[in-house]
């Protein structure tokens, strides 16, 4: 197996480990215009959920008819808005949904990291005059690093993945 063989294929099952750990999400059912059915499998048989989801949508501008099933685990929506506003208004649902509930504890052990991180990084960015944040100097980091592994002991292709990730880090910050 080639190094670019190994790569895509570790790509590939990431992707459908990812798909099978996320749950379904929202699969559209039907569009007509002012007009979708969803469904949600975390809906099924969850009336709690589809109450709360019911009063949610059934508040927003726009939205003329809200009716949840618990049952099928279906949503009908009828609005007088404009299609994109409905396809935030669901993605935007999804987020909240697939949020950690507040008691649960690995959300707030997940939750601790990340305060962690954004403190270090806030105390690193102020300290360096501005210059530096904690994703700039992990990547500089692991150049360095990836570059010394790469001419002074010849390693592939651990010193090129280390150039890769740090490529990484900064793709998509400017």
């Known amino acids: 197996m080639t ?14 480990i990812h798909q099978l750990m996320a749950g379904g999400g929202f699969t559209l059912l039907h569009a007509l215009p002012g007009r979708r ?21 059934a508040r927003l501008n726009g939205m003329r008819r809200v009716q949840v ?18 396809d935030l208004v669901m993605d935007y649902l999804q987020q909240l949904h697939n949020l950690p509930a507040p008691n649960a504890d690995y959300g707030k052990i997940g939750i601790n990291i990340r305060s962690l991180f954004r403190q270090m990084n806030r105390t690193l960015f102020t300290h360096t005059g501005r210059t530096f944040d904690l ?15 790469i001419w002074t002991l010849g390693q592939r292709p651990s010193g090129p993945q280390m150039v890769w990730w740090a490529y990484s880090l900064l793709k998509g910050r400017y």
């Not at 618990?70 to 409905?86: F, K, N, P, R, W």
């Not at 994703?135 to 592994?149: F, N």
């Open 3 to 16: 190094y670019l063989t190994g790569l895509a294929l570790g790509i590939s099952a990431g992707k459908k």
């Open 37 to 57: 059915r969803y469904r949600h499998d975390d809906l099924m048989h969850n009336r709690e959920l589809a109450l709360e989801w019911e009063q949610h949508l």
């Open 69 to 86: 099933n618990a049952v099928t685990g279906t949503i009908l929506l009828e609005y007088s808005c404009q299609e994109e506003y409905i």
């Open 135 to 149: 994703r700039t100097v992990t990547a500089l980091a692991m150049l360095v690093s990836g570059g010394a592994k």
